[in-house]
């Protein structure tokens, strides 16, 4: 989606933002996945998905949007 958003010349800050969020999160995610399986770990894995998730969300309304 963000590649998408790229390439359909979406210039927003909010884009940006969103893009940066969903990296971390990413990021974060897979740190806690590869560091323990505890259920911290799992909820911190969870929360990370549920926020890229609503950057994901986030960036499609913005593509959706501009039309």
Do not use: E, M
Not at 13 to 28: I, M, N
Not at 42 to 64: E, P, S, W
Request: proline share 1%.
């Amino acid at each position: 989606v963000v590649v998408v958003g790229t390439l359909a010349g979406l210039k927003a800050p909010l884009f940006d933002t969103f893009s940066g969020v969903y990296l971390g999160a990413r990021l974060a995610q897979t740190t806690a996945h590869l560091s323990s399986g505890s259920n911290l770990a799992v909820n911190l894995r969870f929360t990370c998905y549920l926020v890229q998730f609503g950057c994901l969300v986030g960036i499609l309304y913005l593509l959706a949007s501009r039309g």
